[in-house]
């Protein structure tokens, strides 16, 4: 059994704001984004779409694109929605705190009665930790055949907007993949070597909780609730040690792609695109220099939508797949980090 991406899609919100719009509101330039993040521009949801909005558009393209590419015998993407045996979504910044859960509310949406539902929380290795989790589940039962791992988020309503040093780096948008457990009796569903197993082959997942601080959205919690005849100043925000996050995020990006690609006895030849958590170019391009990884191996995508968090993953395989920059049987990584501390890797043959 291997569980194969049978389809991709993606929901960015039309408004874009670039750099230079920024410089015009707060003290910052376009020189110093670009040279500092590799960051161009971000995309920003009109204040009446919420993540689950982004969730919902970007798992009806996924459900579409699996039914044109006939990869399901479905025939349009309302009849593949019920057949769907669990939503995950990986977000942040989900509709409601708590409860109910981002991924009930798109259930109920695309009408996936017998789907079970549920959010991950593992800041921007989200989307990593989802796909791992959505392929156990479907694994582990064999009347489970369908899933669908969503990364969506609306970075736009945590950023500080009077932080420079945060609010540059964040944008909204949310990315799916319809994942399918399929039995192909003749393969070897073991090891990633060429010529073997389809589909999610391998996942790293780790975390480093003594970093918990250094990227956080403090207040509303239970440790530092808001009282009430609490006057708000700034609703709940990001607030982000930048060098403790940087450092971490290239230890743990070196260490997972180099783990993946020894553990599975693979050469970067051997991979056609890895793909990266879009949070900065520095970080991928010193991470690629430690490993001799030539830079256009990388797929970057965040000059156009700066970091979407749980959403980055997702939405970059969604443009890959779609202009036909990876075909079936090419190796890809993922690979990414985030506040937790958290990160992780997948392998997958697409
Ligand atoms: O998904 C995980 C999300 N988090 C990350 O990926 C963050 C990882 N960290 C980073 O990407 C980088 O640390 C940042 C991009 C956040 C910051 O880059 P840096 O090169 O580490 O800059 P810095 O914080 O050392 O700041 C350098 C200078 C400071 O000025 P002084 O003190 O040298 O005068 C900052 O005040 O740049 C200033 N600065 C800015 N200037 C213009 C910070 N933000 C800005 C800004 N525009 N937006």
Redesign the pocket.
């Known amino acids: 059994m291997v569980i194969e991406i049978a389809g991709t899609g993606r929901a960015i919100p039309p408004e874009r704001i670039s750099n230079q719009d920024?410089a015009e509101q707060?003290?910052?330039?376009d020189e110093?984004?670009r040279s500092?993040?590799g960051i161009e521009a971000r995309h920003i949801a009109p204040p009446h779409v919420s993540t689950s909005d982004l969730a919902v558009e970007a798992a009806w393209e996924s459900l579409k694109f699996a039914v044109a590419r006939a990869e399901v015998e479905e025939p349009g993407p309302e009849e593949l929605a019920r057949t769907l045996d669990l939503i995950v979504v990986g977000s942040t910044t989900q509709d409601y705190y708590g409860c109910p859960s981002t991924a009930c509310l798109v259930q109920h949406r695309l009408g996936a009665q017998k789907a079970a539902a549920m959010d991950i929380t593992a800041?921007?290795s989200s989307f990593i930790y989802c796909l791992e989790t959505a392929a156990a589940l479907i694994l582990a039962d064999r009347r489970r055949k369908r899933a669908l791992v969503i990364g969506a988020e609306t970075l736009s309503r945590v950023a500080n907007w009077n932080d420079?040093?945060?609010?540059?780096?964040?944008g909204d948008g949310a990315g799916a993949v319809l994942l399918e457990k399929r039995d192909y009796p003749e393969e070897n569903s073991g090891g990633a070597g060429p010529g073997r197993s389809r589909g999610l082959l391998r996942t790293i997942l780790g975390a480093d909780g003594s970093g918990w601080e250094h990227?956080i959205i403090r207040r509303g919690g239970s440790r530092e609730p808001w009282k009430s005849g609490e006057t708000v100043d700034i609703p709940p925000h990001v607030e982000?040690n930048?060098?403790a996050?940087?450092n971490f995020?290239v230890k743990v990006i070196t260490e997972t792609m180099a783990q993946l690609m020894e553990e599975e006895s693979l050469a970067i030849q051997d991979i056609a695109r890895i793909v990266p958590?879009q949070?900065?170019a520095?970080?991928i391009q010193a991470a690629g220099k430690r490993l001799k990884i030539p830079e256009e191996k990388f797929y970057l995508n965040m000059g156009e939508y700066a970091?979407t968090?749980a959403a980055?993953i997702p939405i970059a395989l969604d443009e890959l797949n779609r202009s036909g920059q990876v075909q079936k049987g090419d190796l890809i990584i993922t690979v990414?980090?985030?506040?937790g501390l958290t990160y992780g890797g997948n392998l997958i043959r697409w």
Do not use: E, K, P, Q
């Open positions: 920024l707060i003290d910052t330039s110093w984004i500092h993040t800041a921007c420079r040093g945060t609010c540059v780096l964040f990227l982000m930048g060098h996050v940087y995020a958590h949070a900065n520095r970080i970091n968090s980055s990414g980090f985030g506040g």
